[in-house]
């Protein structure tokens, strides 16, 4: 429990710069190591968990569990996610149904999971952090929750079937550096997966984004379903549904865009159907240029895309795509394209002598935004969007755009 002083002072500063703060003399009976951490972790509550941030009472960890923690919009939905697997209503109890989170961690994931649940076990290694999730499921009202302060590993031999299983594997190494195999995990789910399937109808595995999907699915048996999950247009996390009964089947892939402006929906397909579309390629770029939001280009869609939207592709390794037609409904940014021309130094200064700055995008071409920003000596930002890229006869062209919402009339 914390000193009144303490209390008082964190109420005081929640505004405040902690690092201002950290220069400062203590005042008598405040703790200012704990008040710092609560007024930091709920400073960033406010970004990634503005439902947590509201709450008076809770209780936040340590920066590097509130940095790898999952906000609001990702646990979200996670919990839409096990209610369709489970047949179940999205925002209430099923006292028949059973859960636990293997690797409890913050206990974000866990609180929005558990609200599904009758009964639901929260397991993890670390006592801090069991003390913080016992404190704060009371405060959340989380009367079904289970704390256990014990390794996942050891839990789920000894553990009896539930419904569901979560499980996020740390993914730094013990000096602290990331990892991106999903064998470097911990704990290890491909040596675990047999267990995972064994105790529960559906397991998820929570996952880097950056890791090799198709290299993922080769390890682990009884997958069924990818998730690949973007927030704002940057990918965030790799979701992966593995289920006991599941039969050798193409596991379908979800790409999903969240966002607090627009209502997205996903873009499922198998690999199956990407190996077999067909995709066409365009001369030039058309009226309207497409550029896939994160979770499409991480999934690999790229054939399905164009074979389903009627799109043409400029280059097979551009992942940009062109119309006649405008695309309502692309996952992901439309624009007008207002011309293009080839880097000879007189078409380059005929087509951007009216563009003082612009929005750079390197898409398969042969230097770095940086440098290409330098040569073109371009300022940064403005409605002028500049792509520079490769066409499918190899040619290198730089495509002027506007953003576009609608057809142009």
Known sequence: MMHEATLQFIAQHLQDDVRTLALKKAPEGVDLSTALQQIEGRQTALRKLPQWASTDGLWFPPRLSMEQCSSEQTALYKRSLVARLLQTPEDEVNAALRMTDLTGGFGVDFSYLAILFGQATYVERMAHLCDTATHNFEVLNLTQACVKNTDGTEYLQEMEAVDFLYIDPARRDEHGRKTVCLSAGEPDVTKLQTQLRKKSRYCVIKLSPILDIQQALQELQGVVEVHVISVEGECKELLLVMQKEATPSVPTVHCVNLSEKVVYEPFVF??????QAICPYADSPKTYLYEPNASILKAQAYRTLAARMNLHKLHPNSHLYTS????????GRSFCVEGY???SKKELKSFLQDVPKANLTVRNFPA????LRKRLRLAEGGETYLFATTLANEQHVLVRCKKATEAIK
Do not use: L
């Open 368 to 371: 770095q935004v940086a440098e």
């Open 324 to 331: 006649e037609i405008f695309i309502k409904d692309f996952p």
């Open 341 to 343: 021309c080839n880097f």
């Open 270 to 275: 198998t690999s199956q159907e990407e190996t």
